[in-house]
């Protein structure tokens, strides 16, 4: 499918631009250990790897061994059955879970907690560089928290700046994981925000707005600046007393999604009514962001066409708790109860569960909370383990490049202290993570 071409192509981008800033690195004297002679004169870095057990992105091995060298993984498997090259620098990490680097598919690298500034004075009254600066910090934490793929679903408000970050990172400028971005987002006239100003004043909005037939207009514009995805708002809180409700029509999502499929964009929708999740869902969306309010017939109808689940309980977790809840303490709000329901509905129909969760909403770098509260709301621990490597990898096109421990795939690799299916919580306790081959954590 076309869909899955080009955003190859985009990737196949992005990695010889990291072989750059690889071959930066060894300038910089890094590969002088465990260094080798490669093809062409260069020289390829190469490690053994040596964990307690290895989640190669499918089930947990007891006892095995990796090598890396260069980029990419060489060899995985049982140690006794794994060879290094000569001069490998080994790595042992006792203990410790070996695992894919993990993919958040749901960020926002261009916000900040919400109880540190509301998402309305963000959009409104912070200033682009100002943004871009925090940007560059949160990516640096989101790395070194060992998530080493984001889909950063919209810059609400803060331009293009998506597409600089992710030039940035990959050109070696500044560290950060692998971005695939979305631009502006799109949403329907009168339906987002910033409110509360004069009717009179036409004030920025966190997303662009677009209606009818202009809306292929604005798919092109955005996929040509640079978006790997067209991120939409399928509903919002535009009903007359602020309610819900699905914005737009089913002919309007049928046009944002044949658009930007024909020239090899993925469409996610952002949507939490049974409504708009089904106008989506129909017109050939490939995720679902939130779904807060999905039943079991919308997640059936998800399940038939394929379509994915970004969960983002650690939004709503969140932002409860800045209302006041105090988890453990208060009776959970209904926001949260609603939020554990239709998850549950949503695995019980067997709908695929990408792993994502609105982090930016709360603090980058604790994207890990989503593993845990989807364990939390029951989902078997080595499912959200998949969720977050291989599955995310391959709702995103990836997965020939990331999402598994296995060879010839980029060596994107964390280490944790302890047995993440045991207790997710380990997550937290980072002893290394690499990117491509190169150790951004130890
Ligand atoms: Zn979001």
Known sequence: MSSRTVVTVVSAIACALVVHSNVAGWSQGRGGRGAEAGQGGQTATAYLLKPARVFDGEAMREGWAVVVRGQRIQAAGPAASVTAPAGAETIDL????????????????????????????????????????????????????????????????????????????????????????????????????????????????????????????????????????????????????????????????????????????????????????????????????????????????????????????????????????RPGTDPEPQGVQRKRQSFKAALDAGVTIASGSDVGVFTHGEESRELELMVAYGMAPIEVLKSATSVDARVLHMENQIGKVTQGLQADLLAVDGDPTKDMSVLKKVKLVMKAGTVVKR
Not at 129 to 155: S, Y
Not at 165 to 193: D, E
Not at 257 to 276: D, L, N, Q
């Open 94 to 325: 006792p203990g410790a879970t070996l695992m894919p680097g993990l993919i958040e598919a749901h960020s926002h690298v261009l916000l900040h907690p919400y109880n540190e500034t509301p998402w309305n004075d963000q959009v409104a009254h912070e200033l682009l560089g100002v943004r871009i600066a925090r940007a560059t910090n949160h990516l640096r934490a989101t790395l070194e928290a060992g998530f080493t793929t984001i889909r950063d679903l919209g810059t609400e408000g803060a331009g293009y700046a998506d597409v600089g970050l992710k030039q940035a990172v990959n050109q070696g400028i500044i560290p950060g994981p692998r971005m695939l971005v979305t631009t502006l987002a799109i949403v329907a006239t009168g339906t987002y925000a910033p409110k509360g100003y004069p009717a009179e004043w036409n004030v920025p909005q966190g997303a662009e707005e677009a209606n009818g037939n202009d809306l292929i207009r604005v798919v092109r514009d955005q996929a040509g600046k640079g978006a790997d995805w067209i991120k939409v708002y399928g509903d919002y809180r535009a009903g007359p007393n602020g309610q819900t409700m699905a914005t737009f029509s089913q002919e309007e999502m049928n046009l944002i999604v044949s658009t930007a499929k024909s020239i090899g964009r993925p469409v996610a929708v952002h949507s939490s009514t049974p409504e708009g999740m089904r106008r989506a869902i129909l017109a050939g969306a490939e995720t679902i962001e939130h779904g807060d309010g999905g039943t079991p017939e919308v997640f059936q109808l998800m399940k038939e066409k394929g379509v994915a689940l970004c969960p983002t309980l650690a939004a709503g977790h969140a932002t409860s708790q800045y209302s006041g809840w």
